[in-house]
């Protein structure tokens, strides 16, 4: 395993580090953009970004968070290759972990690896997940019990404060399957889970929310969610081509965001989104122009 680490060009963009992963054979006669996306399948790109949390209380400013999402444990994502994955998460030495979902692809028997190599993970804040849509496709509690059983604190339409010389930070997570049911919550309709997800959180206070899909951005917007950290596209997993800041993928007929950092700022909704494109892949054990991400971001 090896770290290149590339210095910040003129343009102000942030230091970008690239790990290599260790490339997968391939054999047989393949197309020269097939194995192009298979090269970047292998390399997770290792970013750095600034956030400014609204009501971010000075003992949380300049605290780091590690962030990613859709691992996909199966027969894309082995157990050495998931060790490879804690192993750069923990080369961040951030103070936070958060983990948005898709632990898991399609099956029960990729639950173990998860649990016989997360444990591993290190983050002295502590270790945040909540549930994708794969979780519920393979079965979310059993899941959520063998990330517990490595000290991750999975939360389920619920929050928890993060204290520092007695001040706060809200984590907040909702479960994928009940995501959606923000627009009755802002509708002023019966939302009994994100009742829940919100249930103590001072209107004032600075949150995180994690939300493994990024569709219901503009809702959560209309909340007092600062940060919303999401995954579920994968940056696109096939990107055909950039135009200004819109990505080109089928991604993009299923959402307006698909990766990246976006903002709203007008009336009645003001809040801000990081989309990762993840670490794992679906249907094709293939990347193209859109390599996996982990992400640290520094609070502001």
């Not at 961040?92 to 958060?98: A, E, N, Q």
């Not at 991750?152 to 520092?164: C, Q, T």
């Amino acid at each position: 395993m090896s770290l290149e680490i590339e210095q910040p060009s003129n343009s102000g963009l942030t230091r970008r580090k690239f790990l290599h992963l260790g490339v997968l054979g391939v054999t047989g006669m393949a197309t020269v953009g097939c194995i192009a996306g298979i090269a970047t399948r292998n390399d997770i790109e290792l970013n750095e970004k600034t956030i400014k949390i609204p009501n971010l209380p000075d003992s949380f400013k300049g605290m780091t968070i590690t962030f990613t999402s859709d691992i996909h444990s199966g027969p894309y994502m082995s157990a050495d290759d998931l060790r490879e994955v804690v192993a750069a998460i923990n080369s961040l030495k951030s103070d936070v972990i958060m983990l948005p979902g898709d632990f898991v692809s399609m099956h029960r028997n990729e639950i173990p690896a998860i649990a016989e190599t997360f444990h591993e993970l290190r983050a002295p804040m502590g270790i945040f997940a909540t549930t994708g849509n794969h979780e519920f496709y393979v079965d979310a509690d059993m899941t959520s019990a063998a990330l517990e059983s490595c000290g991750i604190k999975v939360l389920r339409n619920e929050n928890i404060a993060l204290e520092r010389n007695g001040e706060k930070l809200y984590i907040l997570g909702v479960d994928d399957i009940d995501a959606d049911t923000i627009t009755n919550f802002v509708d002023g309709k019966t939302a009994s889970h994100i009742d829940e997800l919100f249930r103590g959180v001072p209107d004032t206070a600075a949150t995180i929310l994690l939300n493994h899909k990024p569709y219901r951005f503009d809702e959560y917007a209309m909340t007092n969610v600062g940060l919303m950290l999401s995954g579920h596209t994968h940056g696109g997993q096939i990107v055909f081509a950039r135009i200004g800041g819109e990505t080109i993928s089928l991604s993009r007929i299923a959402s307006k965001y698909v990766a990246g950092l976006y903002d709203i700022d007008e009336p009645g909704r003001k809040s801000q989104m990081y989309v990762s494109r993840g670490i794992g892949t679906v249907a094709l054990p293939m990347r193209f122009n859109c390599p996996p991400e982990i992400t640290q971001i520094t609070l502001a």
